[in-house]
Structures are given as structure tokens and as C-alpha cells.
């Protein structure tokens, strides 16, 4: 059996779990990813990643199951995936200048143990002023097309970010350090 269950199908979660010494399968359940407009970004994170955990949690009920969520925020608005190309230059032309903030949500779920951990993750980003000819470039790439905030730090939008202040990995969608010791704290790391 493994010590963990992953409720994400995100190619770089699974990479970032991949990262701390758990051994961990991964299991899905569609759960409908609705922003809340009366709740604050980070009470949005950890609902969704909640939900994202249950829902896995409920056929798993005697193991561990963590959840994820990550949104970017721009002056308290949630900015998810962009519709398509002239949506994400929307996007980017607001982040372009000016600094915003990913939240990461974390959830996790033992039903059995009755136990249930969340909290939220916020970096801030800082991103330099991108030209037009800049922007059609990295929305050509098709890469913004299917990120929050029609970027992906870790990728082509590397060479627009001028500094960053909190953990890089929750920008990407998972923060390690947090994730590790909220495992560790529970027995699931035995080191």
C-alpha cells in the first residue's frame, strides 16, 4: 500500500512529489473547480483543494489523500485559465509591470483517522513589462493557454519574471517545504 495518494492530474504536482520521500500513486475524481466571489483567494485554495481531496478520500477512506489547488491573484481578482489567445493577452498584459500572487491551497485527509489538514501558500510575483511582440511570441508557444494566469513559471514566461518573494515551488503548484513538514508532522515521512 501506498503511504500517500496524490488527488491531482497536474504533470508538474506529480514531478514536485516526485521531490519528497513519500511513496505516493495518484487518483482522480472530477469535482466542479468554482470560484467562490464571496470568499478571499486563500478561503477559494483550500475549499477547492479540499474538495479535491474528499473526493478521492471517500473511496479511500483508510489512507492518506493529498489535494491541491492554485490560482493567481491580480488586485484581489482570481485570474483562471484563459478562454484563448486574446484572453490570455488580457492576462498578461495586466500582470505585465506589476506584481501579483499564486496561492497555493493544501488539504489533506485521512477519513478513517478523522483527520483533516489545510492551509494556504502565498507567493508574490513580480513580473517586468513585456512587449506586444513579446506577448504574441509566448502565446504562439500555446503554453499560457491551459495555466492560471496564462503563464507557467517554470517555462517559456521564465523570461518575463523579475523577481519573486516566497516559496518558487508554490508558484508552480505545490509547495514542497510545506508539504513535507505538514507529511512529516503526521508520520507519513519517517525519517
Known amino acids: 500500500m501506498c503511504k500517500l495518494i496524490l488527488a491531482s492530474s497536474s504533470p508538474r504536482r506529480k514531478e514536485l512529489m516526485g521531490l519528497i520521500p513519500v511513496d505516493f500513486k495518484i487518483e482522480t475524481k472530477e469535482v466542479e473547480e468554482s ?67 499564486v496561492y497555493t491551497g493544501i488539504s489533506l485527509y485521512h477519513i478513517n483517522k478523522n483527520i483533516h489538514i489545510q492551509c494556504a501558500v502565498c507567493s508574490s510575483v513580480y513580473m517586468r513589462n513585456i512587449e506586444e511582440a513579446e506577448m504574441n511570441w509566448y502565446i504562439a508557444t500555446g503554453e499560457p493557454l491551459d495555466k492560471a494566469g496564462a503563464y507557467g513559471i517554470q517555462g517559456y514566461a521564465s523570461n518575463f519574471i523579475e523577481k519573486i518573494e516566497g516559496d518558487y515551488f508554490n508558484i508552480v503548484g505545490l509547495p514542497i517545504s510545506t508539504v513535507y513538514k505538514i507529511l512529516r508532522s503526521q508520520g507519513i515521512i519517517n525519517l
Open 35 to 101: 470560484i467562490d466571489a464571496r470568499l478571499t483567494p486563500e478561503e477559494n485554495v483550500k475549499t477547492l483543494a479540499s474538495k479535491k481531496a474528499y473526493a478521492v478520500a471517500e473511496s479511500f477512506k483508510e489512507e492518506w489523500v493529498l489535494g491541491c489547488d492554485t490560482v493567481v491573484v491580480y488586485q484581489n481578482k482570481i485570474l483562471g485559465k484563459p478562454k484563448d489567445a486574446s484572453n490570455a493577452k488580457e492576462m498578461l498584459a495586466a500582470l505585465s509591470g506589476d506584481k501579483h500572487e
